[in-house]
């Protein structure tokens, strides 16, 4: 596997072509000739090493988001030209799925400082007093925003 020349020691380096190969850490650490297979685990330069390489591989490897949808695309245009529109419906569903169209929304709630003063007293209260205020209908509701004019 070539890398670019490192720091590392040859058995760190026969270390992380085995990680890189497939092999398990136990399995590589005693390939480089290891006598404890959690040795070559302590070296911070081997973690990176093997972080660098891997993000390598995975760039080079990656599938990009617009390769999928022009591959589901192209799907959907041979399922209109048979007129397989079930395979259509599919195929605009997966779409949909990637580019996020089923995620469910956030919303955000900011609590200003009149509200938190508001619900500060509120949490404060005893059940019984929450019932009260709650079943008193001739008190008056306290707006605790200012109006605005407009």
């Known amino acids: 596997m070539a890398r670019r020349p490192s720091a590392l020691t040859p058995k760190q380096n026969a270390f992380v072509d085995g990680v890189l190969t497939g092999k398990s850490r136990h399995a590589s650490a005693l390939a480089?000739?290891?006598?404890?297979?959690?040795a070559p685990d302590i070296s911070e330069a081997i973690r990176l090493e093997i972080a660098q390489a891997r993000e390598k591989l995975t760039d080079l490897t990656t599938i990009k988001r617009v390769d999928v949808i022009d591959g589901i695309l192209d799907g959907i245009a041979c399922?209109?030209?048979?007129?397989?529109?079930?395979?259509?419906?599919?195929?605009?569903?997966?779409?949909a799925k990637i580019l996020g169209h089923y995620a469910p929304e956030v919303k955000t709630i900011n609590v200003n400082m009149n509200q938190q003063r508001l619900r500060s007293k509120f949490e404060a209260m005893t059940d019984e007093e929450l019932l009260a205020l709650q079943m008193a209908p001739t008190q008056e509701v306290v707006d605790v925003e200012p109006k605005t004019q407009h």
């Open 79 to 95: 399922a209109r030209m048979q007129g397989d529109s079930g395979n259509m419906i599919k195929g605009w569903t997966e779409v």
């Open 32 to 38: 480089a000739g290891y006598p404890n297979s959690s």
